[in-house]
């Protein structure tokens, strides 16, 4: 009798224990959510919180007219318009991969090489690449400590992560000041110029402070999203050598890679890369098994009910996409990685809106989310057709989810050209990226 007592105290005890583990756990989370915005954004900054979501501060409240200035930034002819910028940017990279005599950190470069693409792409900077490696390792500072917690002292990762969003902040003023006085009377090519001019058309003009927190919310949101993407690409084509293989095949098919297996002259359109069925089912398969995001989070706007349990009004909840991709009926074996599943004859995720969404839903899903498929598709297209690689270890690296899913070593891989340039950095590149501004 004692001892059920006893038994009965100390489940109660664990109980609580757990209880108080798991309300401590969200108060921190949310913390340090709240945080990371604080972090991202200068105190003077006038852009709208948004309310009754975590969103991204810079877009606010659904329906604000940023959101109309983003439809732009990404819209079928802005991403034509980024397309030979984005293949040019993924050329050069993969040349310089194959020209390195070691094997390289593939998580670490794919880090740098969507950080590129950002500033020279999406945000059309014309900065030097020495310039551009020093504010990629501030900018690495910077994210590495977003996520921590508020303690000002020295040699805090919070006080370290506000000096680098300084030095970030003035090296971007600098290039925004560039940028102006260089664009003025000029084409408008990228994400930044489009922001400026839909901010002014719809009689906003934006504060130099406004452009830098969206300059820097801009990278953020696109930076480390892609590069966790992009290494799982790269992972899961060289564990299925048959999938890159049939990805050959259909570029083949489609001209883009001759048979000797010398890749073809030219640019890539919007319309080719969307005539390839099969590479559009491997890039949502890896979007669906190695998902960068875990989740986001939600106010509840009004109380509702999920599996007999009732969830208030103004409770924040938080949705897994991960676990909605593990456990989805509609997917078949879901540990398989099997890009076929999403061939026109299987349409896994044909039935149900919310069983597949690796860049989120409703109307707070990814608004980059064209602009991130378009940038894998290119890699992939890159990949397929002008470099051969090996991984440079003898068991595939462990996988970790946080702060996104990559691979905890990174992933060494050796890369090789497959035509005979392949060594030399085309000079043409960087006077068609610098043309841009
Ligand atoms: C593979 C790459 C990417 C993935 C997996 C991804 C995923 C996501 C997800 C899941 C959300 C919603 C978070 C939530 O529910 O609260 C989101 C939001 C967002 N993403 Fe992406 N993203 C990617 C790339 C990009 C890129 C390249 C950009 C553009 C530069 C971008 C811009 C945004 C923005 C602005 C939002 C906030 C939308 C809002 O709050 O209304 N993302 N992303």
Known sequence: MLFEGLELVSALATLA?????????????????????????????????????????????????????????????????YLPKIQLVIQDTLRAW???????????????????????????????????????????QFVENVFSLPVDLPFSGYRRGIQARQILQKGLEKAIREKLQCTQGKDYSDALDLLIESSKEHGKEMTMQE?????????????????SASTSL???????????????????????????????????????????????????EVMRLFTPISGGYRTVLQTFELDGFQIPKGWSVMYSIRDTHDTAP???????????RFSQARSEDKDGRFHYLPFGGGVRTCLGKHLAKLFLKVLAVELASTSRFELATRTFPRITLVPVLHPVDGLSVKFFGLDSNQNKILPETEAMLSATV
Request: glycine residues 6%.
């Open 234 to 284: 790269i992972m899961q084509l060289l564990k299925h050598p048959a999938v890159l293989e049939k990805l050959r095949e259909e570029l083949r098919a489609h001209g883009i890679l001759h048979s000797g297996g010398c890749p073809c002259e030219g640019t890539l359109r919007l319309d080719t890369l969307s005539g390839l069925r099969y590479l559009d089912c491997v890039i949502k």
């Open 17 to 81: 224990a757990c209880l108080v583990s798991v309300t401590l756990l969200l108060a921190v989370s949310q913390q340090l959510w709240q945080l990371r915005w604080a972090a991202t954004r200068d105190k003077s900054c006038k852009l709208p919180i948004p309310k009754g979501s975590m969103g991204f501060p810079l877009i606010g409240e659904t329906g604000h007219w940023l959101l109309q200035v983003f439809s732009k930034i990404f819209s079928h002819e802005a991403l034509e318009s």
């Open 330 to 340: 509609v997917f078949k074996d879901v540990n398989v990685f099997d890009p076929d």
């Open 211 to 227: 452009l830098k927190d969206g300059t820097l919310e801009l990278i953020f949101a696109a930076y480390a999203t892609t590069a």
């Open 98 to 140: 194959s020209s390195h005599p070691e094997a390289i950190n593939v998580y670490q470069e794919a880090q740098k090489l969507t950080f590129r693409m950002a500033i020279r792409v999406l945000l059309g900077f014309s900065i030097p690449e020495e310039d551009l490696g020093h504010l990629f390792e501030v900018y690495q």
